[in-house]
């Protein structure tokens, strides 16, 4: 594989309900690129490979929920001893059939108390 140099990286910021660009949509996103949800304080990264968004999570607290063997939802927040009534949870479902995981939906971004009522599809 040989290696990419990139001499450039945009840095963007706004809400979390705006649409972040995209080379799809017809914007020059280099890779690396940042943009930061001035609403959440999460940072995501740009990967051109996929011409996706993804979040930058240094992970400070984790929580898990179990239902027997299978995990059902992961959460990240980045404060340190953040509050689970905290709005600022990056967090994912887990979906299984038969004890296969079938479904991995996310990440959204709400409360860890409130989980299971975020917008999952």
Not at 57 to 85: C, W
């Amino acid at each position: 594989m040989a290696d990419n140099f990139e001499t450039v990286v945009k840095n963007f910021s706004g809400l979390s309900t705006e649409t972040k660009p995209t080379i799809a949509a017809g914007n020059a996103v280099p890779n690396g690129s940042r943009w930061r949800e001035v609403d959440t304080g999460i940072t995501f990264f740009f990967n051109k490979a996929d011409d996706a968004w993804y979040p930058y999570l240094p992970q400070r607290v984790v929580k898990f929920e179990y239902s027997g063997a299978d995990m059902i939802y992961r959460g990240i927040n980045v404060t340190h001893k953040a509050a689970t009534s905290a709005t600022n949870w990056v967090i994912w479902k887990y979906t299984y059939v038969a004890g296969a995981l079938t479904k991995i939906e996310g990440p959204l971004v709400g409360t860890w108390d409130g989980r299971a009522a975020l917008d999952w599809a």
